[in-house]
């Protein structure tokens, strides 16, 4: 459906334009239109001129929606477009960033965007029991795998290199088809969509408490952002005010969680540019932020934390004392690292004019956090978009305009600054007062956002009158920046794609294992040592865990007559698992240091360490792996999702309809948790050994 060239757009500001459209009153906090097609039409080439930002586009069985952001006024609203003959203008054909959103609605629901172009599945692989498994009337299918065609490529000397899903280290399931000519990559094309777990149909019909706990398991590494946000729209519905305390309380975790995964992000980067030291360091400094988080919070990733209504922990005297300490330590030992990457000119030689982002890209994909950020957006929806308390913390906002693994590094950089900043101001003004409200039950819509360490995360929410869930819809940032890291690694070698991809870190994480070198033992030495007493010792005691990890290795060789390898194989999880298991590699823990380690390939391994739940996009990639396995093998099934019994079970997109790792492969140990902790993994590792 084309529309005419000819078509004037109104000079007029957002507000205006919808002024005269429908408006659904039980809509909150931010106004929702239903506009006509005409309207959308206008809209969309708004969007494709970049006065309009795209923050969302989703579907429901006859309407679509589409969440914009109008930067010259900051005014957000939502638009709908009913779609009563199941098809509906495509804003892809106008502006790209709409199109992988728009494939999705077709998967989801059989809406066809008339006018796009790409008629290719995005998270329908083919593997599901369903055809449009949300629409009204879902089309049985055999489960039979879709073909997909990438984009060709031509010229002399070009070669195709492809890509996964299952990747060489701890890493999220993607595939990557890489077009080469030589080193020099000239086109790089992503398919996602392995580890869909059928999360919105799973949402409907359950409490919003029901509810909480799996939007807050959408993206583990982000799980404070995804709770808050779902408690303010759940807050939105309700009419709920959350206690000024609670409120300061979800910052105080939101910083926390920023640091800590700046932190993972700063030393994976430098660890992709072969200089293990900051890696190492960053390790150590997240490894202690999470200890103490654990004891003050309950959770090492603050999971289940953030309710609505509130918060479901608490700090004494003593332990607001403690946490600032910590993070005052935090901050010395960081500025030592940044001066040591920023003097290192092996590390500028990587990192400067190495994966460049244009302005214009950013500008156009409404990129958001620090993929944004470096290459000069201007946004923050801490500040943008002002909800409290942030809007009266009133945070600084770190922007660069280089747009390259470099200018990423230093907006993290300057983030972990701000947010350590932040949690010395909400520890000094910390409120009085309960932790919580009641949260009345009422039917209507609401949407939340919240800034995460990737930017900003939304969730949008239809409630019924006995406060269940009749729609949900969680949209997580890396759905426009995935494309941007296609455009940045252009005309980069591809033994560069590990650090570009790790500057975006779009909701895929990998681990690579590599020890310190003799240059930078007196450093970490000294780093160890000039812990202050009121940062908690690992628990168990470094003692316990050195001889909990000797007795592993003990019973390796015991069985095995050598030291244990292990292969890890993400089938499905939220990567809150993953976490975990890396967190063996960092200096506190240091797995190699007793002789086990992780294997890039399962043919060297001797454990299949599998996280789930295993979707049905992913079923047949494990069971290769584990055929690849060589025999006497073991598979060990880490988390409450790889046993069958985690909040995703039951979804069309999960194998087995549970997700259990069992439906696939022989497990021989499950290893329990949400997530499992570093010690529990290794005590799984113990009991596997000394069971046989």
């Not at 959103?101 to 599901?128: K, S």
């Amino acid at each position: 459906m084309s529309a005419s060239p000819a078509l004037v757009l109104p000079e007029h500001p957002l507000a205006e334009l919808l002024a005269g459209q429908p408006i659904v009153v039980e809509h909150r906090p931010w106004a929702r239109h239903r506009v006509d097609p005409p309207t959308w039409e206008i809209l969309g080439r708004l969007l494709a001129v970049g006065r309009l930002d795209l923050l969302g586009l989703w579907g429901e069985p006859e309407a679509v929606h589409a969440a914009l952001f109008e930067p010259a006024t900051q005014v957000l609203a939502v638009v709908s477009l009913d779609c009563p003959n199941g098809r509906f203008p495509s804003l892809g054909r106008l502006h790209p960033p709409a199109i992988r959103l728009e494939r999705t609605i077709r998967d989801l629901f059989g809406l066809e965007p008339e006018g796009l172009e790409d008629a290719r599945g995005w998270l329908d692989h083919g593997r599901w029991p369903l055809r449009r498994p949300l629409s009204p009337k879902p089309l049985p299918h055999d489960g039979t795998p879709d073909p997909y065609p990438f984009l060709p490529v031509e010229g002399e000397g070009i070669h195709e290199i492809p890509v996964g899903p299952i990747h060489a280290g701890i890493i999220e399931p993607g595939h990557f088809r890489f077009s080469a000519q030589g080193e020099t990559v000239v086109r790089l094309e992503a398919r996602l969509g392995w580890v869909h777990k059928g999360i919105e149909r799973r949402l409907e019909g359950l409490t919003w408490q029901e509810g909480a706990r799996i939007v807050g398991r959408v993206s583990g590494d982000a799980t404070v952002a995804y709770q808050w946000a779902f408690a303010r729209a759940v807050e939105a519905v309700s009419g709920t005010e959350p206690p000024a305390r609670a409120v300061f309380l979800r910052a105080l975790m939101a910083e926390l969680e920023r640091i800590a995964l700046h932190l993972h992000d700063f030393g994976f980067v430098c660890n992709d540019a072969a200089f293990a030291l900051v890696h190492t360091h960053t390790g150590i400094l997240r490894e202690q932020l999470l200890q103490l988080v654990n004891e003050l919070f309950g959770h090492r990733l603050m999971m289940d934390r953030i309710v609505p209504g509130g918060v479901v922990a608490d700090l004494d005297a003593a332990e607001v004392d403690r946490l600032r300490e910590l993070s005052r330590t935090l901050a010395r030992r960081f500025e030592r690292l940044v001066r040591i990457y920023d003097d290192t000119p092996s590390l500028m030689d990587r990192t400067a004019r190495t994966g460049i982002l244009a302005p214009e890209l950013a500008r156009r994909f409404a990129a958001g956090g620090h993929v944004g950020r470096a290459s000069g957006r201007d946004f923050d929806s801490r500040r943008d978009l002002a909800y409290p308390p942030y809007d009266e913390l009133r945070p600084n906002v770190a922007v660069r305009t280089r747009g390259d693994v470099d200018a990423r590094v230093w907006v993290r950089i300057e983030e972990i600054r701000e947010s350590l900043r932040l949690v010395e101001r909400i520890l000094d003004q910390l409120p009085r007062g309960p932790l919580s409200v009641p949260v009345a039950s009422r039917a209507g819509e609401g949407m939340g956002i919240v800034e995460s360490f990737r930017g900003e995360v939304l969730v949008w929410l239809r409630l019924d009158a006995e406060g269940r869930i009749v729609r949900c819809h969680p949209r997580d940032p890396s759905w426009f920046q995935w494309p941007l890291l296609e455009a940045a690694i252009d005309a980069n070698i591809v033994a560069d794609f590990p650090l570009c991809n790790k500057s975006f870190d779009c909701s895929y994480i990998r681990l690579l294992l590599q020890r310190c070198g003799p240059v930078s033992r007196e450093l970490l030495l000294e780093g160890l040592l000039e812990r202050p007493v009121a940062i908690p010792k690992p628990e168990p005691s470094p003692e316990a865990l050195a001889e909990l990890a000797r007795t592993v290795d003990r019973a390796a060789l015991g069985r095995l007559g050598r030291s244990l390898v292990i292969r890890e194989v993400d089938a499905g999880s939220c990567n809150g698992c993953e976490l975990e298991i890396h967190a063996l590699s960092n200096a506190i823990y240091d797995l190699e240091r007793f002789g086990i380690r992780f294997a890039a390939s399962p043919k060297h391994a001797d454990v299949l360490m599998v996280t789930g739940p295993v979707t049905r996009n992913m079923a047949a990639a494990l069971r290769r792996a584990w055929e690849c396995t060589p025999d006497s093998k073991w598979v060990v099934a880490v988390g409450d999702c790889a046993a069958g019994c985690g909040v995703f079970a039951g979804s069309y997109a999960l194998a087995g309809g549970t997700g259990a790792v069992a439906e696939i492969v022989p497990v021989h140990l499950h290893i329990r948790g949400c997530p499992p902790s570093p010690m529990a993994l290794l005590q799984g590792l113990l009991a596997l050994l000394e069971g046989g």
